[in-house]
Structure formats: C-alpha cells, structure tokens
C-alpha cells in the first residue's frame, strides 16, 4: 500500500562556491543557518563547484578548496545521514535543467543583476556567458530539490527572486511542477560587512586578506584582524546610524556569543574600542574553535571524506530523478 505522509518535513536547499575558504560573513550569513534548521528540515547543502568557474580558477587549487569546502561542512556538524551534503557536479541534472531554464529565462532579466553588473567589472577581461547565466544554474539548484526555504546573505535575495520568477513561469505555462522557494534571512548576520570597509561586504575575492576572518584563521591572527579592523574617531560603543564599522562589530559580537546589542552596550560602556575589539576577535575564535579543531582531523583522512562525497551524491540523484523527469514530459520529450 502506498504510504501517505501527511506532515512531510518542509525542504531546504543552500549552496557555498569553493572559491576560497569561507569567511565569518559566510559563516554567520548563512552556514550557521544551515546547521540551525538540519533538525527541522530536510536539508540538502551544496559545494557549488559549477558555479566557482565562472571566475577563473586553478585547478590544484579548486580542487583542494572542495575538498576542504566539504570537510568544513561535515566539519561544523552538519550529519551527512540526515541531511545531504554533496558536490553539485556529482549530480548532472543540475546542469541539465539549468539549460532548460535558460530557455525559459529572459535576457533582459539577467542584465539587471547585480552580481552580474558588479563581478563583470571586476573580470573585465573575463565576462563569460557563464557568469551571465550563473542565476540560472542557481535556480536549477533550487527548484530540483524542490526546496522551500533558501537560507543565504542578503546579497543573493535578488537572484532567488529570480529563481521564483522562473518557478512561477513554469507552473503558469506547464501546471504545478516545482515549489516556489522563499529566502530565509538572518536579519543581523545578513550582511556582514569588511573590517577594512564597512561600507563594503565581506568578500572572499577582497584581495586585502585583513578584510575579511577565515574560518581557519588562528586565535593570533583573528585577533590581530580585529585590532585592526577600521572603525570612527568617536569613543562610545553603541550601535547606532553612521557608526557603520562599530556596528559591524556589535553584530559579529552578538552572533558569536548569544548577547544582546543592550547587553553588549552595557557590558563595554566606559571600555574602550580596543578593549571591545580584542573581545570580539577572542569571541569569535572560541566560536570557530570546534569547528577548527574537527577540521582538522577530517582533512587528514582522504577517504572518510571520498566516501562521504560518495553518499551525498548518490542522495543528491535520488532525490532529483523524478523532478528532472516531469520537467522533460512537460516541455515535451520523449521520456523512455
Ligand atoms: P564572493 O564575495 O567572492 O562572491 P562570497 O563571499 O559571497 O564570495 P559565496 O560562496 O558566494 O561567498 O556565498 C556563500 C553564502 O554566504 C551565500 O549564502 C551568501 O549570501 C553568504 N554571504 C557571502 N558574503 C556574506 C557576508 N558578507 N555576510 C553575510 N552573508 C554572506
Ligand atoms: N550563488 C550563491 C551560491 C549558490 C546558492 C545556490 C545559494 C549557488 N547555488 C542555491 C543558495 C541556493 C552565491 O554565490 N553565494
């Protein structure tokens, strides 16, 4: 007898490009996040590798970040039984339905993202049509899975909405045939911003590597990024407008320890920015501290994490092989 399930567990679907190691932006704004809903969801987490060549790549290198991409996701907690942890090319039909959506996706639609406007000044000698069409390789991602919920970085909200366009699209043309997906966004850790700009996003392309905490960074160095990190001639630790730098800090403060902005005013009231910034570099180190030290043991075993790659992407295939399916019979293929 066909079981019926009438509480299925709702679906998410998030993605990390092995294009550096990951920094606490990436961490706060969205990893975090991932570990925080396995329990609730079903869960299904991406190394983006398709995605990472849109910008040129060396191949040792790329190929040694996945490798260390995955062992931080394992790493950090997430239980590749529960959820499925994987490599995005170990699964071809992201790649596939991602040209099928491209058919369904207008050029002018693409032209008014701004990753796209702002990495194609950044790579001028290298604007690619993959960097044009990556929001579509994205929504594949998505839609495959049929995910409900994207948690990400307030920087990727405009390719979902873009992702949910195309979703809408092809239910309106074919019937119902994939979820449309929300955004699931941490309001303080949205956006985590440069130590060395705050007006700028914590990037891993910033080429000043005291921009930005790798989560691989020793203690030392965390705290010697902080001490540095640029913030105002004004005195007072308080999180308010045109204290952007501080504000930063307050939010990096509270992420890695639980407390409040009040509590935090309150704690640093009298102290000074140098004492506040060696406590924020010291909370974040004691925060990635596990993590590290877990790493730490994975990466030295090639064959945990092979075999871990192995079974997410077994997952990942099952999971997808009825969707791509509908996909073809509805635009019209011959489905054998
Ligand atoms: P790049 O800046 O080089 O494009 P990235 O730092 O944005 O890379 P991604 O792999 O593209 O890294 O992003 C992984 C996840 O981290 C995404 O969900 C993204 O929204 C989130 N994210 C990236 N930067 C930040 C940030 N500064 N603050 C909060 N979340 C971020
Ligand atoms: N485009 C994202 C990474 C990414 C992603 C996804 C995030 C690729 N596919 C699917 C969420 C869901 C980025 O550059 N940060």
């Given at each position: 007898m066909k079981q019926i399930n009438n509480n299925p567990k709702k679906k998410i679907f998030s993605g990390i490009q092995p294009t550096n190691t990951p920094h606490i932006g990436n961490y706060l704004g969205a990893m975090k996040n991932w570990l925080k809903l396995q329990d609730e969801y079903e869960c299904t987490y991406s190394i983006v590798d398709l995605h990472s060549i849109t910008v040129r790549q060396d191949p040792a290198k790329l190929r040694k970040q996945i490798m260390e991409s995955f062992a931080l996701l394992i790493a950090m907690g997430l239980d590749p039984e529960k959820s499925t942890v994987f490599?995005?090319?170990?699964?071809p039909r992201h790649a596939e339905l991602s040209w099928i959506l491209s058919c369904y996706t207008q050029f002018g639609e693409l032209s008014r993202m701004t990753q796209f406007k702002d990495k194609s000044k950044k790579n001028s000698d290298n604007i690619n049509a993959g960097l044009f069409t990556y929001p579509v390789l994205m929504a594949a991602d998505i839609l495959l899975y049929q995910a409900d919920l994207v948690p990400v970085g307030i920087d990727q909200k405009q390719h979902l909405e873009l992702a949910r366009n195309i979703a809408v699209r092809f239910n309106n043309a074919?019937?119902?045939?994939?979820t449309v997906p929300e955004p699931y966004i941490?309001?303080?850790?949205?956006k985590i911003m440069s130590l060395q700009d705050p007006f700028a996003k914590m990037s891993?392309?910033?080429?000043?590597?005291?921009?930005s905490v790798s989560v691989l960074d020793d203690r030392d160095t965390i705290i010697r990024k902080f001490k540095r990190a640029v913030t105002d001639s004004d005195k007072e630790i308080c999180y308010k407008e045109g204290k952007d730098g501080i504000n930063n800090l307050i939010s990096i403060y509270s992420a890695a320890t639980d407390k409040s902005i009040e509590q935090i005013e309150k704690e640093f009231d009298g102290k000074g920015y140098g004492d506040f910034k060696i406590a924020v570099g010291e909370a974040v180190s004691d925060m990635l501290k596990p993590m590290q030290e877990r790493f730490k043991e994975i990466i030295k075993d090639k064959k945990y994490i092979n075999d871990l790659m192995i079974l997410g992407a077994e997952k990942a295939q099952r999971a997808t092989f009825k969707t791509l399916k509908k996909v073809h019979k509805r635009v019209g293929f011959v489905v054998l």
């Open positions: 490599v995005q090319g170990h699964n074919y019937g119902e045939t994939f941490s309001k303080s850790t949205a891993k392309s910033d080429e000043n590597p005291n921009s």
